[in-house]
Antibody
Framework: EVQLLESGGGLVQPGGSLRLSCAAS????????MSWVRQTPGEGLEWVSA????????YYADSVKGRFTISRDSSKSTLYLQMNSLRAEDTAVYYC???????????????WGQGTLVAVSS | QSALTQPASVSGSLGQSITISCTII?????????VSWYQQHPTKAPKVVIY???KRPSGVSNRFSGSQSGDTASLTISGLQADDEADYHC????????FGGGTKLTVL
């Protein structure tokens, strides 16, 4: 079955760290760029970060730049998001999403995980 | 404030058609391309229903259609069904991937 499964969410204090994982199965993980997208409870979606299929290129939203690091391990078909210096406003459900590219451009996020909740609070 | 603006809510009766708009702020219009639309039921992950403005993924009902004109992209759902009740999010690349604030569709 083609799927993405996130893990690693939880409750963390402001200033703390957390690492999210996203295990991919049912497709050739190494051929797809991947992203993290988050959703504040009751609010809209916010793109957080992306990594190219090779892992050589990474991209971040301004809101997390310098605090979050995206990476991938193709031998384990797993995507990661290392989150440091966490703030209350980082509280959200974090989804990993597969990018479908056409001629080098991402045209859609065509596969999503079920999400993992990160709560930043003292 | 998102670069993409959607109405907070829309409603329609069973069998009717509705349209949800997604407008880009004027200063970013040059980047308004590759619009996609996502359906999200409560507590579920988003699911793409339209991409590249008007293309429909395999398995998505042909009741869903997309269009774009100038600074506004639109998602139209015809023949409303109860299961269409969900949140709908537009998305485009505007100096990074940006989502609209989402529109709650209520089917009466």
């Amino acid at each position: 079955e083609v799927q993405l499964l996130e893990s690693g969410g939880g409750l963390v204090q402001p200033g703390g760290s957390l690492r999210l994982s996203c295990a991919a199965s049912g497709f050739t993980f190494s051929t797809f760029a991947m992203s993290w997208v988050r959703q504040t409870p009751g609010e809209g979606l916010e793109w957080v970060s992306a990594v190219s299929s090779s892992g050589g290129n990474t991209y971040y939203a301004d809101s997390v730049k310098g605090r979050f690091t995206i990476s991938r391990d193709s031998s384990k078909s797993t995507l990661y998001l290392q989150m440091n210096s966490l703030r209350a406003e980082d509280t959200a459900v974090y989804y990993c999403a597969r990018e479908e590219k056409v001629n080098g451009w991402t045209t859609r996020f065509d596969l999503w995980g079920q999400g993992t909740l990160v709560a930043v609070s003292s | 404030q998102s670069a993409l603006t959607q109405p907070a809510s829309v409603s329609g009766s069973l069998g009717q058609s509705i349209t949800i708009s997604c407008t880009i702020i004027s200063s970013e219009i040059g980047n308004f391309n590759l619009v996609s639309w996502y359906q999200q039921h409560p507590t579920k992950a988003p699911k793409v229903v339209i991409y590249e403005g008007s293309k429909r993924p395999s398995g998505v009902s042909n009741r869903f259609s997309g269009s774009q004109s100038g600074d506004t992209a639109s998602l139209t759902i015809s023949g409303l069904q109860a299961d269409d009740e969900a949140d709908y999010h537009c998305c485009s690349f505007v100096r990074g991937w940006v989502f609209g604030g989402g529109t709650k569709l209520t089917v009466l």
